[in-house]
């Protein structure tokens, strides 16, 4: 009973050659987030939505772009690849974003390989 | 392709043995610190958590202590087994972020 679902596990594209990560859940939890992470390091935060608001981190790039259609879903969009951007995408939800009910839970990743 | 990464601090620990996992935090109004586990090639897994009112909290096999004097966490983990053998993470709850510490990796020696 997978409660967030990341598709695909593996993405494989080109340099500069737009691809989208998918994210669903089944928790019905207001907050889903995007990380970026790279080996061996922590994740790092892109970007979360809260309901349908989107809160961007300041040091991401205009490359990544996200969209939530409903609650469920939601999903990552790197418009141009760089070599850089090879990285494990990580989706999570959270019930509320507040101390306390920030458990995070997170999906299985989505390693992008970019060629 | 991906930058090459940093090597993280590993603790190999003999099966049975109990380990210790520690973290600095960095955020003295740090008010929800959580523990992750992480597989290789695999999404963080929530282990357990501690707010700031307690210094100790029990799970099963897992005991995280907070010591807030001196931003310190630390996760123990009791007669540890192969499958606690990942990445940890440490991670507070401070300035309305989720902020993750630096990993530990946990190799447990059969």
């Known amino acids: 009973d997978a409660m967030v679902i990341q598709n695909p596990r593996y993405q494989v594209t080109q340099f500069g050659k737009p691809v989208t990560l998918s994210c669903s859940q089944t928790l019905n939890h207001n907050v889903m987030y995007w990380y970026q992470q790279k080996s061996s390091q922590a994740p790092k935060l892109l970007f979360h939505y809260y309901d349908k608001d989107f809160n961007n981190e300041a040091d991401t790039p205009d490359n990544f772009q996200s969209r939530r259609p409903n609650t469920s879903f939601c999903f990552l969009d790197i418009r141009s690849p760089g070599l850089g951007d090879a990285a494990m995408y990580l989706c999570a939800t959270s019930r509320d974003w507040a101390g306390g009910y920030n458990e995070q839970f997170f999906g299985p990743g989505t390693r992008l390989t970019v060629l | 392709g991906e930058s090459v990464g940093l090597h993280l601090p590993t603790l190999s620990v003999q099966e049975g043995d109990n380990s210790i996992i520690n973290c600095a935090y960095s955020n003295s109004a740090s008010d929800y610190f959580i523990w992750y586990k992480q597989e290789s090639g695999k999404g963080p897994q929530f282990i357990i958590d501690?707010?700031?009112?307690?210094d100790k909290r029990q799970g099963q096999r897992v005991t995280v202590l907070l010591n807030k004097t001196v931003k310190h966490l630390s996760l123990q983990i009791a007669a540890t087994q192969p499958g606690d053998s990942a990445v940890y993470f440490c991670?507070?709850?401070?300035?309305?972020?989720?902020?993750f510490g630096k990993g530990n990796q946990v190799v447990v020696i059969p």
């Open positions: 501690i707010r700031s009112n307690m």
């Open positions: 991670a507070e709850w401070g300035n309305n972020r989720l902020a």
